[in-house]
C-alpha cells in the first residue's frame, strides 16, 4: 500500500516505520512519532531537538502521530516504505 489505502474513498495516514532524521523504528503503536500535514515522520528526540518542532521537509509543524487501533492494522496495515534523509536533520 502506498498511501496508506482508502476508507469510504478518504486516503489513509501511512503510517511510515521510521524516523526520516535518524532512521529509528517508529512502530504504529508508537506514542512518540511526531508527523507534519503531509505524513513526513520523525521521533519527538528529533522533532522537539535539531528540528524545533518544524518538518524539515515543508517547515509545517510537527504534531503527535495517531495510533491507529490495532484491529484496525490487520484491514490498514501501516506503510513499510522506510524514508530518512541522508544529509540528516536541519530546517532549511
Known amino acids: ?3 496508506g489505502g482508502t476508507i469510504q474513498g478518504t486516503r ?6 521510521n524516523c526520516e ?4 523504528d517508529r512502530p504504529p503503536d508508537a506514542p ?3 508527523i507534519c500535514s503531509f505524513g513526513c515522520t520523525f521521533c519527538h528526540e528529533c522533532a522537539e ?5 518544524r518538518c524539515p521537509n ?8 495517531p495510533i491507529r487501533p490495532a484491529n484496525r492494522l490487520l484491514r490498514h496495515p ?3 516504505r522506510r524514508v530518512l534523509k541522508p544529509e540528516g536533520c536541519a530546517l532549511t
Do not use: K, S
Open 1 to 3: 500500500m502506498r498511501h
Open 12 to 17: 489513509l495516514l501511512e503510517l511510515r516505520p
Open 21 to 24: 532524521c535518524c532512521d529509528r
Open 32 to 34: 512518540d512519532a511526531r
Open 49 to 53: 531537538g535539531a528540528l524545533d518542532g
Open 58 to 65: 515543508c517547515t509545517g509543524e510537527l504534531v503527535r502521530r
Open 78 to 80: 501501516a506503510g513499510t
